[in-house]
């Protein structure tokens, strides 16, 4: 240690000499308060005061820098006339050294170190800080291999005065033609640096060295810097333009920004499928989707989805249209009901939900179409032997969508979010539905060889085993389902690290939110619960820079979707066995360092099978239960937001899906009062059939329909083939609406019909009635009445 140095400086206790500067040495330190070692770096005291001023003042500005691939700065201080920095220790060699002792990396290598290395910058640029001193021997390579930018010790201030004082800062072989001119200090020096390093890497020789150290200053100056011949030809002409642009000598030719330097060396790195790719993937795509057609159910899940997402998207559609769509698909509604009656929906509507129009209403087109596309690809999966994998693959595609949803700062926005999350996956989700072999295929190929070979991304291993990669099967089929263009943008995955940037284009961050939530959620699925909270948290702070969410948002965001995919599964009666690995999704994620709970207590809520045998509901209670819970919904949508055409179809409804009507369809008086016609309905194809419904009133002699109205006498008709019955029908009855049953229900006015509420069934003596449906859908019919009378004043 130097005689004149003080073995402790503040509460550091120095230990060993690291390496010495121009400016300062380096030592290796002791840091008793938090027991760790750090690097403290000591400004040479021959230093005038107001340079040790500034450099203390940047210093302070560089410690609030938190990012990976830079070495942060603990503390600024001056003790005892010393000035110095204190550094996190990392035990590791520069790339100065690395380059020096060798092998030359490979060009993969290099492009990746420089990744890391234009990522710790784009940082520091976004905080307003230029380094002004970017080489090899700044650049630490910690035990991971991942760089390490240090040494902000002469970082400046983003200048744009072109008047401040002139001063040359830098090393020469590295500084920027314009730095060498003393410009005020702006970003691109640190992009022309970089690319000189990136130059060095790629030919493993100097590009600006002179042992003149101005000759070399006056070089950069006049002499345009290039890539030498006889590079690895790996080197293609792709990347030695991305690197020639970083060299350019007006900064107006180079690359703006270290961030779009290093977006154009990530997509050489990993490139993306061009669109042209899709004409070489359509016969594998064509070939694949033969195949799933000739699996029973993909037709009908493909003109399911189609016919929704039409639905939802037109301005023209209506909310009975969206709910007639639904209906048709008992299994679904039942379902879609059960789903939106659990806790994260139901204070929208302030108690049970029991009819789709009414869930339509409150939730909204967008909400319920999500929840619509995604049972129907649950329903579909229920059947297939091996439905353990796939509802996995469905539970964990839901907690993405619910994670993106959470994570969406525009109200406005989530659903997309959420949409985009689901179908992000939809190639990988596909083929472990209708190819289990392929799937199973591409799970070994991505899975560590025990060889030790690398294992293939699951990109590649899909695009070997099918033919084509998972994402370009994805959008191939979303694309058959018309489904819109900004969904199919979501779903393309963006490749490498995360910006460190916020992301204003809302694509992009549509497409990276996509990416965080199904990343979070494999993360969550493959992980020992034990480990995914750490784990969490750290992919946490990889994507929140980019999309400015904080660590703790995503930590809560994960946790709201866990309880509502904790509600979603008991809803939708899914059952778990305890090996899944789907229980992981709904475990809590909670730190772990200090827990001493076993395994088995930390074992998450299971859904389990009912263990004692319970009585069967018989047809009738279910239908009472159906009708009086319809007969609530109804009241509570009459109390607030009231609307005479949706309270009525909430009562359509709800006869329709309690008693197994083919279809029930409301008829009103015309402004003559002569005829009662068909308005609206619920059913099988009611759009067309209902306007054919005319009961006239005042034509004699009166058909049974017309009697019943003008008495108001409530009827069902168990056999219309019966002589006394059939003689009496109208002929719209006798034509396309031709029944073998019918229950009619008169709604009266002041002595008179008003309407008419008309159920039918395809066969005789199906519907009965007892005395408790009865009162119930005379309920229902009053209900009509009195939605009318409010309606009216």
Request: hydrophobic share 45%.
């Amino acid at each position: 240690m130097a005689d004149d140095l003080p073995p402790q400086l503040g509460r550091f206790r120095l230990l060993q000499r690291l390496g010495e500067g121009a400016q300062a040495t380096v030592w290796l330190a002791h840091d008793p308060l938090l027991d760790r070692e750090v690097a403290v770096k000591l400004l040479k005291a021959m230093a005038e005061p107001g340079s040790v001023d500034e450099w203390l003042h940047e210093a302070r500005a560089v410690s609030r820098l938190t990012h990976p691939n830079i070495v942060p700065v603990f503390e600024a201080d001056t003790q005892g006339g010393w000035s110095y920095l204190v550094f996190e220790y990392v035990s590791g060699g520069t790339l100065s050294q690395r380059l020096r002792a060798g092998p030359k990396p490979t060009t993969a290598e290099a492009v990746t170190l420089m990744l890391g290395i234009l990522d710790g910058l784009t940082a520091a640029h976004a905080a307003g800080l230029v380094h002004r001193d970017l080489k090899p021997s700044n650049i630490l390579i910690d035990a991971r291999g991942r760089p390490r930018v240090m040494d902000f010790g002469i970082a400046a201030r983003v200048s744009t005065d072109a008047n401040a004082p002139s001063r040359v800062v830098g090393t020469p072989g590295y500084i920027s033609p314009e730095a060498a001119r003393g410009a005020p200090p702006h970003p691109q020096m640190d992009v022309f640096a970089a690319a000189v390093m990136l130059a060095e890497m790629l030919s493993g020789q100097r590009l600006n060295h002179d042992p003149d150290p101005w000759r070399a200053i006056q070089r950069v100056q006049t002499t345009d810097l290039v890539l030498p011949s006889g590079l690895d030809p790996s080197v293609d002409d792709a990347l030695r333009a991305i690197v020639q642009r970083g060299l350019a000598r007006e900064p107006s030719a180079r690359w703006p920004s270290a961030a779009l330097l290093r977006d154009a060396l990530a997509a050489w790195l990993r490139p993306v499928a061009e669109p042209d790719a899709e004409a070489q993937d359509a016969p594998v795509l064509d070939f694949l989707l033969r195949r799933m057609r000739h699996k029973s159910d993909f037709p009908a899940l493909s003109d399911a989805i189609g016919r929704i997402q039409r639905l939802t998207q037109s301005e023209n559609e209506s909310l009975a249209n969206l709910s007639n769509e639904i209906l048709k698909d008992v299994a679904l509604t039942q379902k879609l009901l059960r789903l939106v009656n659990t806790a994260q929906y139901r204070h929208t509507g302030g108690g049970g939900i029991s009819t789709v129009s009414r869930a339509v209403a409150l939730i909204g087109f967008a909400g319920i179409r999500n929840l619509a596309l995604s049972l129907v690809l649950l329903e579909r999966m229920e059947n297939k032997g091996h439905a353990k994998r796939l509802r996995e693959d469905y539970l964990r595609s839901l907690m993405a969508a619910s994670l993106a949803r959470e994570l969406c700062p525009n109200p406005r926005e989530a659903e997309e979010a959420f949409l985009g999350a689901m179908f992000h996956h939809l190639g990988r989700s596909l083929t472990e539905f209708y190819f289990p072999e392929e799937a199973d295929a591409v799970r070994r190929l991505v899975s560590p060889a025990e060889d030790g070979q690398a294992a293939l991304s699951e990109a590649s291993a899909s695009a070997q085993v099918l033919g084509m990669s998972y994402e370009a099967l994805g959008l191939g089929v979303a694309k058959q389902w018309g489904l819109p263009d900004s969904l199919q943008r979501a779903m393309r995955r963006p490749s490498g690290e995360p910006p460190q940037r916020p992301l204003d284009d809302g694509t992009e961050r549509q497409r990276w939110l996509a990416r965080a939530s199904n990343d979070m959620a494999d993360l969550i699925l493959n992980t020992p619960p034990e480990q995914a909270h750490a784990r969490l948290r750290a992919m946490a702070q990889r994507h929140s820079r980019a999309l400015g969410i904080s660590a703790e948002t995503f930590e809560k965001a994960a946790d709201t979707a866990r309880q509502h995919l904790a509600q979603t599964t008991e809803a939708l009666e899914l059952r778990l066995p305890r090996d899944s690995r789907a229980q992981r999704l709904l475990a809590p994620l909670t730190p772990s360092v200090h827990d001493s709970l076993t395994a088995h207590e930390l074992a998450p809520t299971v859904v389990m099978e009912r263990t004692q045998d319970t009585a069967p509901v018989s047809r009738a209670e279910q239908a009472t239960q159906l009708l009086a819970a319809g007969v609530q919904d109804i009241t509570d949508a009459m109390v607030d937001n009231f609307q005479l055409n949706a309270v009525l179809r909430m009562i359509l409804e709800t006869i329709y899906r309690a008693l197994g009507f083919r279809r029930v369809v409301f008829c009103l008086r015309d402004a003559r009062g002569q005829a009662l016609t068909g308005r609206l309905g619920v059913g099988a194809d009611v759009e067309r059939l209902a306007p054919l419904l005319r009961v006239d009133l005042a034509t004699q002699p009166l058909d049974l329909i017309a009697a019943v109205c003008l008495k108001g006498a409530d009827t069902l008709i168990q056999d219309a083939r019966a002589d006394n019955i059939a003689s009496r029908m109208p002929s719209w009855f006798r034509g396309e609406l031709k029944a073998q049953s019918f229950l009619l229900l008169p709604l009266m006015l002041k002595g008179s019909p008003l309407g008419l509420i008309y159920a039918d069934h395809p066969q005789a003596g199906v519907v009965q009635l007892g005395e408790k449906e009865l009162s119930l859908l005379r309920t229902l019919r009053n209900q009509a009445v009195m939605a009318f009378r409010q309606a009216t004043g």
